[in-house]
């Protein structure tokens, strides 16, 4: 153990033994626990969040798309197809048949406007059934803005137009609601959901598609599995991953992020300038001994040093404090369900917490080196102090 | 031809206290010739231990230079300065300054420590040291335990912890009853003799300077021995 080491955690063990010292060290180190477990609770909430977030993003969008740079249709569905179908761990290829319309309900009293789109193949199957009649499923908001519910009928008037002897016309059709689904807020879900070859039917598009989608078994291979496609395909296609369509909302999530960390991360600033105070009393009670310790041949940087040490004990003691604390209490908040969200407002049941050792580093890192640099003025003033004097005066 | 133990040249320092500058001495020269025990007399406030503080190299002087051993402190960088001093001279004050945090032999270890010696071997040193000044069973003893004159017997060991040449002792009995303050002046006579010391000691008491070899008066003109002049303020 070094010299400075062995004064300054002799000088932190003995002021346990003097009330006045004592007691502003434990503000300190406890200013700086709660100051750390306060941001380490913050930011597993927004990360619990924004994990579930990105979660449901990654379970509900396509995980790569491809679009023409120009134009609303693929110049070549097939390569497009081949492209993406060749992609290791691939699960599904679908072309995107997609359009706007209005809506009504059988009667053609209510009219509303509308965006629909083909589901995928594997979801076809929600709308299986009556032949005569195309089903569909149709999005919450929308069924009760019409007031229908599941098997009733629905007009869909799509934006699209046929020949007709009188002219062209738009297409028309009537479909039954096969199921009603709860939006949500975070995905950009079409209100009608159909199958794919009614789709065409409401776009007039019986061949091509203006987009294909694939859904990957690892979406974090999203941007590996874009970069490829690409390659493959060349500059008249645009190539997009799950995480460029939802970038405004990760953005919007990491801002929130920084904003939070800056705002609870005043308190660890205010627990510093404890720390100011705690090791400037230090500096004035141990005035003599500084005077002494230079008699006996410390240098100034040596005094210094054994108060960086104290700043770096009570930084150290805080900050493990604080993260026991922090990530103990995230734990049992998200393991207990301890605060709950009403379901049906919410996506979720009770607000999840998810601790990120990435964040937790950061946090202990700011922390501690806030305490450093905390004291680093009452070290300054011990380095600066006249030796002489120091012994002389305090006779 | 050795240099002198301590060569003074025309100090002088003044404090600016509270109220209008206070001129300590100006122009005051001191001498000290290698393994001299010297004792400086004078009244209070003629600046006794400012000189010691000086020549130990702890506060500087306004104007003037101090060499010790031949080497002029005010030549020597801080870092070399506190090194010089942890190697060469040694400090007691009159009361005592022990650490009050660290035992009696945690305080003899501490000049060792400071020389960047391990804590096993600071150690083991301090107690050495301790038994030679008599306080074998006192070494985990905390300063507040001990006995007026246990405490200066520590502060003596601590400033002979690393042998150094030169000696300065600010009134080292002042704080003790008869006994014990010439049980402590016994104990740096013959530690002084022991080790070839310069030792130079601040007193107010005759009996105890008239012991020494060399007697040095200080007064407001200045410094000069007892029984010659050695210098002039």
Partial sequence: MTFESFVALRYLAASRKRAHVALISTISVLGLAVGVAALIISLALLSGFQDRIREQMAERSAHVVVSPVRGDRLPDPEAVRRALTALPGVLSVEPAIEGRGWLSDASGRATLPIRFRNLPKESERIVAGDTNVPSARLSSTAASRLDVTVGSLVRVLSTHTRLSPIGPIPIEILVRVASIRRGSALEKSPDLELSESTARLLTGMSSGSRAFEARLADPDRAEIAARSVAETLGPVYRVQTWRDLNAPLAFALRLEKVVIFATVALVILVAALNIVSNIALLVVEKKRDLGVLTSLGATPGALARVYLMLGAAIGGLGTAGGITVGVLASALLDRFHIVPLPSDVYLFSHVPFAVHPGEVAIVALFAFATALAAAVLPARAAARLAPAEAVRLSR | ?233
Avoid: W
């Fill in chain 2, 1 to 233: 031809m050795s240099p002198q133990a301590i060569r003074a040249e025309h100090l002088s320092k003044t404090y600016a206290g509270e109220g209008a500058p206070v001129t300590v001495f100006s122009d005051l020269s001191f001498d000290l010739e290698p393994g001299v025990f010297a004792a400086v007399m004078g009244p209070s406030g003629v600046g006794k231990s400012t000189l010691l503080h000086l020549l130990g190299g702890i506060d500087r002087p306004d104007s003037g230079r101090v060499e010790i051993f031949g080497q002029s402190l005010e030549d020597l960088p801080p870092r070399e300065r506190a090194r010089f001093r942890n190697e060469r001279i040694g400090f007691v004050f009159q009361f005592h300054h022990l650490l009050p945090e660290f035992t009696a032999e945690e305080n003899v270890s501490m000049p060792h420590r400071i020389a960047g010696l391990s804590s096993e071997e600071a150690l083991a040193r301090a107690r050495d040291m301790l038994v030679r000044v008599g306080l074998a069973e006192r070494g985990d003893h905390r300063p507040r335990a001990l006995s007026g004159g246990e405490q200066q017997r520590v502060a003596i060991a601590r400033a002979l912890a690393r042998g150094p040449s030169l000696l300065l002792a600010d009134e080292p009995t002042g704080n003790l009853d008869v006994d014990s303050a010439a049980a402590v002046f016994d104990l740096l006579e013959e530690l002084h003799r022991e080790r070839g010391m310069t030792t130079v000691l601040v007193t107010h008491n005759p009996d105890l300077a008239k012991r020494c070899d060399k007697i040095f008066a200080m007064s407001r003109e200045g410094i000069r021995s007892a029984t010659g002049l050695s210098g002039q303020g």
